[in-house]
């Protein structure tokens, strides 16, 4: 009986060794349990920034897009707004041009002018002066003319 004891005994020792074993393992396992939920949470939370993070890169994306496509057409608009300051440019020497040839031209038509008026002055006092010439050999041909008379009447 005594070795029916030391086994029963021994068992016992045994049995309190399992039952510290397996509340070892219980407690064990509810702290891996815990880390577990926690990990999962943390996971979940990660997902969570994960997808917030992936939201935000697409609207960074689609905003950097919309930023290209207007600094495209900016681009654009600015080398029509420089084609057309160009041709304004080309347009405003050319007129400039024509607008220097035009006061040329009337330059030389005043030019024109004025010596034909000087001319005209010129000849309208030569004129008067012959006019006055032929008046005064006149008066001394109808001079001339009398003295002949009295002469042809003496002789």
């Not at 020792?13 to 510290?20: A, K, N, S």
């Not at 509340?23 to 920034?49: F, M, P, W, Y």
Request: charged share 30%; hydrophobic share 35%; proline share 0%.
């Amino acid at each position: 009986m005594a070795e029916l004891e030391s086994r029963a005994d021994a068992a016992t020792g045994r049995v309190t060794e399992l039952e510290e074993a397996l509340t070892s393992c219980l407690a064990e396992t509810a702290n891996l349990k815990a880390i577990h939920d926690r990990t999962v949470s943390q996971l979940a939370d990660r997902g969570t920034k994960l997808a917030e993070a992936e939201a935000a890169l697409k609207q960074s994306q689609s905003a950097l897009r919309q930023s290209e496509a207007d600094r495209e057409r900016q681009s654009a608009e600015i080398r029509t707004s420089r084609a057309r300051q160009s041709a304004l440019e080309n347009e405003r020497s050319e007129l400039q041009e024509q607008l220097g040839e035009r006061e040329l031209q009337l330059c030389s038509e005043r030019t024109a002018h004025r010596q034909a008026e000087q001319q005209r002055s010129a000849l309208q006092s030569a004129v008067q002066r012959s006019q006055t010439a032929a008046d005064g050999l006149r008066g001394r041909l109808q001079e001339c003319q009398a003295e002949l008379a009295r002469l042809q009447e003496r002789a």
